[in-house]
């Protein structure tokens, strides 16, 4: 029987800049969303998720920062992106930011839908929407 191995999430590499920083000389708090923000179009866009998705785009609907560590200008971070489906409308996009050294920075939470852009309203079945697109769903989630 071969050996399981655990897959790791979709990750994109940032530079901290010092005008990002704060009075206290680490990374702005509201920084961090934004770092979330780039791995999660970062992989949207690599998994081809919203190629064919027609008038459905990708909503935020709730974000979460737990702040473990701080970041100072010139840091170099892996800002990890992973997708979890459940069986309603909407699905996380949780992300991790680590320090080169490995280090955990942030853990941030995301809940996310699919809105149909005419009529404003999320669609059922975001996982399946990304399916018929076309997207990588091995790439979007390593539970897939």
């Known amino acids: 029987m071969g050996l399981v191995t655990e897959r790791e999430p979709f990750r994109t590499r940032i530079k901290v800049r ?5 009075t206290l ?3 702005n708090h509201a ?9 999660r ?6 998994a081809g ?5 027609g008038n459905v785009a990708s909503v935020l609907l709730e974000t979460h920062v737990v702040f473990r560590r701080e970041l100072r200008a010139g840091d170099e971070v892996d800002v990890t992106c992973d997708v979890k489906f459940g069986s309603g409308k909407t699905f996380s996009m949780d992300s991790n930011i680590y320090k080169a050294d490995g280090t955990l920075a942030a853990e941030i939470t995301c809940t996310l839908g699919l809105m149909d852009l005419e009529i404003r309203k999320l669609v059922a079945d975001p996982r399946g929407r990304f399916e018929a697109a ?3 769903m091995k790439l979007l989630s390593t539970a897939e």
């Open 31 to 39: 920084v961090y969303h934004s770092y979330g923000e780039v791995s």
């Open 18 to 22: 010092h005008y990002e920083l704060d």
């Open 134 to 136: 076309g997207a990588d």
């Open 41 to 46: 179009l970062e992989l949207l866009e690599r």
């Open 25 to 27: 000389g680490h990374l």
């Open 49 to 53: 998720a919203m190629k064919g998705l």
